[in-house]
């Protein structure tokens, strides 16, 4: 048997690691130095100060100006369905036109008198329906009026019948009478 002195190789792989941790950690650590006095020459470090704010909501705008002109890729002539005479002019050369804006007014002057004709007949039409309102609201009068002697007639009736009866009779009693004296004499 061979006595060594050496630890085995197993060994030497396990306690390996376990050295290299102790050396690490042992280097690592800091050495202050000793007494009061070196404590007091320290400093603390210094306080950063932080404010904080709410949150505001907001629209960042961004212009950009650049000086330049602005020409039309095209032009539009412009026609009227109508012939006239210009009246007014509202927009000119250069000035922003909007869909549906006027541009100018034109006088037609024979329109402007068949417009103040076609007036004219519908205030006589209107005219003529006043009148025929009144004349349906007298006509109506006269309708009532008429059912009023209808009634009138109607109830009328019965008498003239008893009267007619009353007449007859007493014309059968004096022929009655007529003969019987014509025969008495």
């Not at 070196?38 to 100006?65: G, H, L, M, N, W």
């Not at 003529?128 to 006509?139: D, Q, R």
């Amino acid at each position: 048997m061979t006595d060594t002195i050496f630890p085995s190789r197993r060994t030497i792989q396990l306690l390996s690691p376990v050295l290299l941790v102790l050396l690490l950690t042992a280097g690592c650590q800091r050495h202050e130095a000793a007494g009061p006095a070196a404590e007091s020459d320290k400093q603390p470090p210094p306080v950063s100060s932080v404010t904080t704010t709410r949150p505001v909501k907001k629209t960042f705008v961004y212009k950009i100006e650049q000086p330049g002109e602005i020409e039309a890729y095209m032009q539009t002539p412009i026609y009227s369905f109508l012939s006239g005479y210009v009246e007014s002019v509202a927009k000119d050369i250069g000035d922003r036109v909007a869909e549906g804006e006027v541009l100018a007014v034109l006088s037609v002057p024979e329109m402007v008198e068949e417009h103040k004709e076609k007036k004219a007949l519908v205030a006589q039409a209107d005219v003529e329906v006043e009148l025929a309102k009144k004349l349906e609201a007298g006509a109506a009068k006269n309708v009532e009026y008429m059912d009023a002697k209808i009634a009138e007639a109607t109830a009328a009736r019965p008498r003239g019948v008893a009267e007619l009866g009353r007449a007859e009779s007493q014309y059968q009693r004096l022929r009655q009478l007529s003969t019987i004296s014509a025969d008495a004499v």
